[in-house]
């Protein structure tokens, strides 16, 4: 049996070392709800490794803040949590997120 996997995104690691996930896809807690839109509206966020005040109103679970899911997240308050942690040194967003470049100059 072959299964169709879906794409994931990279981990979104932050200046400051806040990581978590950031995903869009069909099956995912985001809209639309589809695969390759050319831009999501909500994504889901999972697994972040520390409490995120900006994401408790979207947890599944808000007694487990880094063992859980986020559903729905408006990608404006994704665009906050990156941007409060410093921006986005690595990983990947889907499309719809404004996210800082993460290559840097000196």
Sequence with gaps: MIFNRKKRNKIVVCADGFRMSVQAFDGAYCRPGEDNAAA??????????REESLLMPYAEAP??????????????T???VISKHGGMLEGEVPPGI?????????
């Excluded at 063992?67 to 404006?76: A, F, L, M, N």
């Excluded at 404004?98 to 000196?106: F, L, Q, V």
Aim: hydrophobic residues 30%; without cysteine.
């Design 78 to 80: 994704v665009f906050l």
């Design 98 to 106: 404004p996210h800082y470049n993460t290559t840097r100059s000196i």
């Design 40 to 49: 999501y509206t909500h994504v889901e966020i999972g697994f972040p490794n």
């Design 63 to 76: 007694k487990k803040p880094m063992d859980t899911v986020y559903g729905y997240v408006p990608v404006e």
